[in-house]
């Protein structure tokens, strides 16, 4: 597994949410942040060791590594479990003991500390999938940007019957996997860049939770992964930069029936007038 350091920063209050944003766009895992004072606030992130030359720019007030076991402990000591899709499912870690998994109940691997369901994105998104299950048939769904399989797992739990599953990254590929199979629930995962990737089929509900400055490239071609007139989810995007993906959407044929913020965080909810060629 790629070796994970963690940085911190004391930053001025009212910054957090762009120098937040930054760090997405970098490709750190998470961020966390605390409020010292109404004026400065201690900010967290977790990466991969291999972005530690861009993090190192940003002059970090300490950096240090992260095992594998430690970050599996602290994160099993902080998460007791949190509700998405309207408070209709529960995401806790996964029983150390074998038992059969309650209804409306998804486990995460405890190394799944990234992507559990805590981040506005994620909440967003999941709620926004349990709407278009209730507003239209959803027979299927590309999750573009996996991270743990969180949202094609909500998706399985919603009754959709065909979940595919992509990232570039690696360990996220194994941790969606991981959970698939913890859950008994079928992901068809696959390895690749959502910006090569070719689509295996067009979808009725496509998912794309990602940094803003991937989804600009990847609008453009995003219609070849839908199915026309279904629903179609993009996050990821901080609020400073939703004006300029909303234009992007708009030139590329795209209804948005809804932009919604949470917590400085956009979402963006609505359907691709036409499809791609086959």
């Known amino acids: 597994?790629?070796?994970i350091?963690?940085?911190t920063w004391v930053i001025p209050t009212n910054l957090v949410g762009q120098f937040e944003d930054h760090l997405f766009n970098v490709g750190v895992y998470s961020v966390t942040t605390f409020n010292r004072s109404p004026s400065e606030t201690d900010l967290t992130c977790t990466y991969p060791d291999t972005f530690k030359a861009d993090i190192a720019r940003l002059n970090p007030f300490s950096t240090r590594p992260i095992t594998d076991a430690?970050?599996?402990?602290?994160?099993?000591d902080?998460?007791?479990?949190?509700?998405?899709?309207?408070?209709?499912?529960?995401?806790?870690?996964a029983p150390g003991t074998k038992i059969q998994r309650p209804e409306n109940t998804i486990w995460l691997d405890p190394k799944s500390a990234f992507g559990d369901g805590h981040h506005p994105t994620t909440r967003a998104c999941a709620d926004a999938i349990a709407d278009a299950v209730c507003q239209q048939p959803i027979i299927s769904?590309?999750?573009?940007?996996?991270?743990t399989g969180i949202l094609s797992l909500v998706a399985a739990a919603?009754?959709?019957?065909?979940?595919?599953?992509?990232?570039?990254?690696?360990?996220?590929v194994n941790k969606t996997r991981q959970n698939s199979e913890l859950n008994h629930l079928v992901v068809q995962v696959h390895h690749g860049d959502v910006q090569t990737t070719t689509p295996p089929r067009r979808f009725d509900l496509v998912v794309a939770n990602l940094q803003s400055v991937v989804l600009e490239t990847l609008i453009p071609t995003l219609h070849a992964w839908c199915n026309?007139?279904?629903?179609v989810i993009l996050s990821g995007v901080h609020q400073t930069w939703a004006p300029q993906i909303e234009i992007i959407l708009k030139d590329n044929q795209f209804n948005i029936f809804k932009i919604d913020?949470?917590?400085?965080w956009a979402i963006f909810i609505g359907e691709f007038r036409f499809a791609g060629p086959d």
């Open 261 to 264: 913020i949470k917590n400085e």
């Open 1 to 3: 597994m790629t070796p």
């Open 70 to 76: 430690d970050w599996q402990n602290r994160w099993l």
């Open 5 to 7: 350091l963690e940085s």
């Open 141 to 147: 769904m590309a999750d573009l940007g996996c991270g």
């Open 158 to 172: 919603l009754g959709v019957q065909t979940r595919f599953a992509l990232d570039f990254d690696l360990d996220s």
């Open 228 to 231: 026309p007139r279904h629903r």
């Open 78 to 93: 902080d998460y007791s479990g949190t509700r998405l899709c309207h408070d209709r499912l529960l995401i806790e870690p």
